[in-house]
């Protein structure tokens, strides 16, 4: 292995399944997408942005990198083909990436809303778009069709189908059989938060766009 290699271990091999999984289902999503990998401590920060949703989960493992972009497609063949316990990290892309990563700070708690509101409002986009004439337009024009207000605090946002979507075929919510789950809504003066059990979803506030000005 030369020294300039980027590389990532996982701390045990379901941390390799989980980020298989996860990659999966971005793919699925959005085939040609990138996913941004940062180093935290102990843990992988996994950044992405399907459906213009930008997504955040985490996995117990180490870089020899800080920071690294790539395309997602490439990064699953990678860690499906690990050597020696290590995931030799695809080329990277970093010039590529063009979100806007939300801040740290400055977040407001609004309200809770169970997992299984969140999965059936999904499905029931999925079934719209099923029995429409033509599925294809019928999906592009519910994504930003409203699917839920939260309010709290004085303070309310507006949940457009996309970000439910995502949250459901990622498998954030976790699986039905936990009813007992909930997706935590926050926000800041730009951004929306939905902290749920397996990752977190954020989508800007009235409509703004995702890029760098």
């Known amino acids: 292995m030369t020294t300039d290699e980027a590389v990532l ?4 091999p379901e941390d390799l399944t989980d980020c298989s999984v996860l990659l999966s289902r971005l793919t699925r999503l959005d085939a040609v997408g990138l996913v941004r990998l940062q180093q935290a401590g102990e843990f992988v920060t996994f950044w992405a942005s399907p459906l213009d949703v930008v997504i955040r989960t985490e ?5 020899n990198v800080g920071d690294r972009t790539m395309p997602a497609v490439e990064l699953l063949a990678a860690v499906g083909a690990p050597a020696g316990g290590s995931v030799r990290l695809p080329p990277a892309r970093d010039a590529g990436w063009r979100v806007t990563l939300p801040p740290r700070a400055g977040w407001s708690d609004l309200d809770v809303v169970p997992a299984e509101v969140v999965r059936d409002l999904a499905d029931s986009a999925g079934r719209a778009v099923r029995a ?3 599925p294809v337009i019928a999906g592009g024009s519910l994504l930003d069709q409203e699917a839920l207000r939260v ?3 004085g303070d309310e946002v507006v949940l457009p189908v996309r970000v439910v979507i995502v949250l459901h075929r990622l498998g954030f919510l976790g699986a039905a059989t936990a009813p007992a789950a909930v997706m935590r809504v926050a926000c800041s003066p730009a951004w929306i938060r939905l902290a749920a059990r397996h990752g977190t979803a954020y989508q800007r506030r009235n409509g703004l766009s995702l890029s760098r000005a």
């Open 151 to 153: 309010s709290g605090g």
């Open 132 to 134: 429409a004439a033509d």
């Open 59 to 63: 996995i117990r493992a180490q870089m």
């Open 9 to 12: 271990r996982a701390r045990a």
